[in-house]
């Protein structure tokens, strides 16, 4: 236990050298730090809003319009599933937040209500059990059917769009750059946002206030908005006004309502400029599903034009003037090269899956984060030498090694934190000083028990070889116990709690790395000058 190989003092002094050194950059300034060699690292480890302070938004979702599109999604599926079934309605529409099918003949009720029996889906899980049906389903008695989503299902479908809006509200944000953003749901339908550092929230705002919904529509070949007006709307159709940075403004278009190749079916859109016109476009890229769907719509309608829309909004309505089968193509419109940069990156990062508004806006200045920062520091500081002084006072010579293994603790948590780029927090600062008390517990735990063999009689070698030996069972149950409830308060937790988990988990590794590894080569090497003196050796604890 007390053996170390030339190969592992090396390893472990090699950990402890690279800890200090990605720990250093965190004493200067980013200026400073401008001005090293590129060997080394400068990566400081990024401070969170409470400390620096910035952004601060609360985003709604408009579960209504998500009520909406679940119920023309439904029409549309109900209608293609009838007709699937030979079973042909007088009409299929949305009455008062339910779908309404007339069929033309009553009888036809029950084999209708068993086909769209298909579109029920069960609530809850296998595993959990089923809780319900997100539709019900009801016959009247003059040849008509209202299927009505639950109020369950509509629950279920506002907590998947919840989850699918934190991930592209997430990607959108690091796609500026930055790993220190909190995303996380609050209530019921709710998201926040904090951007660390941000002092102006109009970008912000400008990325996350539009839902980035791309599609590509038919265009109706013989009938226009102005004389569908005057009448009635096809089935199927709906008029859509082009977008203000169209090409061209307050037109309004009738398109059919369901896209030709709708965003899921983009991958890819990146920025740039026309070659004939210099002026700045989007280009954009479909998977193989979307470029199949795409070019044979360009192939069986070439000479008509189609719709590009976004958020409901045409940008423009081209004609086809040959097959475009290569599954790529461009958006031009009225763009600036931020406009064009801005909109690259929601389409990139994915359709929101619901409407998102800005319910509450705050910009945190850092006054608060300079007195959390002193009172932490303060408190790390006070801590962290009374531990050392009681330490050394505890345990004499081995209570020096202790202190160091205390400093190198701290060195390595700071180090890895910023190498990861983890985000230190209030509540992290609390974790960082609550790993200092478990690094001190574990050498506690270390000299008891090689006191106890001591006083059990047995030489200096082998009471500190049974010592370490002995009590690494000890530490380990502990902080396994430790590193459950961490990861726990990670799981479950969000913002403040997650980072207080992060910081508790990495202190963790790192104290049973210090006291069973740092502390203990320490305390071999002392052992082994002490061999080399005359005399028997006396373990000075």
């Known amino acids: 236990m007390l053996h170390f190989s030339r190969l592992k003092m090396i390893a472990i002094l090699l950990a402890c050298l690279v800890s200090i050194l990605f720990a250093l950059p965190n004493l200067f300034t980013k200026e400073q730090l401008a001005s090293w060699p590129r060997f080394l690292p400068t990566k400081q480890m990024p401070l969170g809003l409470d400390l620096q302070g910035g952004a601060h938004l609360l985003l709604a979702m408009d579960t209504g319009e998500l009520k909406r599109e679940w119920l023309q999604t439904l029409r549309d599926d109900a209608r293609r599933t009838l007709r699937d079934a030979k079973i042909f309605p007088t009409g299929v ?10 069929l033309a003949k009553a009888e036809e009720a029950d084999a209708a209500v068993r086909e769209l029996r298909k579109l029920v889906q069960p609530l809850g899980s296998a595993m959990l059990g089923t809780s319900g049906e997100d539709i019900t389903i009801t016959k009247g008695g003059d040849g008509t059917i209202l299927l009505e989503p639950s109020a369950q299902g509509l629950q279920q479908r506002v907590i998947h769009a919840a989850g699918a809006a934190i991930e592209t509200v997430n990607r959108r944000i690091n796609a500026l750059g930055t790993a220190e953003s909190t995303v996380v749901r609050q209530g019921a339908d709710r998201i926040l946002v904090q951007y660390p550092g941000l002092t102006d929230t109009k970008v912000l705002k400008d990325l996350l206030g539009q839902t980035a919904k791309l599609s590509f529509h038919e265009v109706h070949p013989t009938m226009t908005a102005e004389e569908v007006r005057q009448g009635r709307i096809p089935t199927g159709y709906r008029i859509y006004q082009a977008s203000e940075r169209g090409d061209e403004q307050g037109a309004a278009y009738l398109l059919r309502e369901t896209p030709v190749v709708p965003g899921e079916n983009l991958v890819d859109a990146q920025p740039g400029f026309d070659q004939r ?6 280009s954009f890229r479909f998977d193989q599903a979307g470029a199949r769907r795409f070019g044979r719509f360009t192939q069986e309608n070439v ?8 958020d409901d909004k045409v940008l423009s309505a081209p004609v086809i003037r040959e097959p475009i089968l290569g599954g790529s193509g461009q958006i031009s419109g009225s763009f600036t090269v931020e406009g064009a940069n801005t909109l690259a990156v929601q389409l990139r990062s994915g359709a929101l899956p619901v409407k998102l508004t800005i319910a509450e806006e705050r910009t945190v200045g850092p006054s608060l984060g300079a007195d959390s920062i002193a009172a932490g520091k303060l408190a790390s500081i006070v801590g962290g030498v009374i531990s050392m002084i009681m330490v050394v006072i505890a345990y004499g010579t081995f209570g020096v090694f202790a202190v160091i293994g205390l400093i190198m603790n701290g060195t390595m948590v700071i180090a890895l934190m910023s190498a990861a780029g983890t985000t230190l927090t209030l509540p992290g600062i609390a974790g960082l000083v609550l790993t200092v008390g478990m690094a001190v517990d574990s050498n506690v735990i270390i000299y008891e028990r090689i006191r106890e063999e001591l006083r059990a ?6 009471a500190i070889d049974a010592g370490f030996t002995r009590a690494i069972t000890t530490i380990l149950d ?17 913002g403040p709690i997650r980072g207080f988990a992060v910081t508790l988990t990495i202190g963790i590794f790192t104290s049973i790395f210090t006291a069973v590894t740092v502390t203990r080569l320490l305390i071999a090497l002392w052992l082994r000058s002490e061999r080399a003196k005359p005399g028997r050796i006396a373990v000075p604890i």
């Open 457 to 462: 009689g047995k030489s200096a070698v082998s």
């Open 303 to 310: 000479g008509r034009p189609f719709a590009i829309v976004l």
């Open 277 to 282: 016109t210099n002026e700045p476009i989007i």
């Open 93 to 102: 529409g949305i009455v008062n937040n339910h779908v309404q099918v007339r």
């Open 478 to 494: 502990s902080q396994l116990t430790t590193l459950a409830a961490a990861i726990i308060m990670f799981w479950l937790g969000s």
